[in-house]
């Protein structure tokens, strides 16, 4: 399966964006999606996840209440609405997919996010 991830930009501290990652070549209700992200000069971390059907999530404690990852496996798209961005929100953020948790056999090529103070 191939992933793209989009959305990313420049945003304000305390604003909000949306990205999106959509597959092709397979359908995305096989795999537990999830979001990580790499700052600059740090290593990728992980920042939620969600399974098959969207029914349950997971995230990073920094990401918790701020953040909200989301799926439409009839898109094929998976979603990370980030809300109160705040300048330490700033990276790369990937999306991965894998046929169970613990596993990110496929991944997209990253989305900008840039969050000025």
């Known amino acids: 399966v191939q992933l793209q991830a989009s959305g990313g930009g420049l945003v304000q501290a305390g604003g909000s964006l949306r990205l999106a990652c959509a597959a092709s070549?397979?359908?995305?209700?096989?795999?537990?999606m999830s979001w990580f992200r790499q700052a600059p000069g740090a290593e990728r971390e992980f920042v939620a996840r969600?399974?098959?059907?969207?029914?349950?999530?997971y995230y990073v404690d920094s990401a918790k209440g701020r953040f909200t990852i989301s799926r439409d496996n009839a898109k094929n798209t998976v979603y990370l609405q980030m809300n109160r961005l705040q300048p330490e929100d700033t990276a790369v953020y990937y999306c991965?997919?894998?046929?169970?948790?613990?596993?990110?056999?496929?991944w997209g090529q990253g989305t900008l996010v840039t969050v000025s103070s």
């Open positions: 991965a997919a894998g046929e169970s948790y613990g596993s990110f056999d496929y």
């Open positions: 070549g397979g359908p995305l209700v096989r795999y537990v």
């Open positions: 969600v399974s098959w059907s969207g029914g349950t999530t």
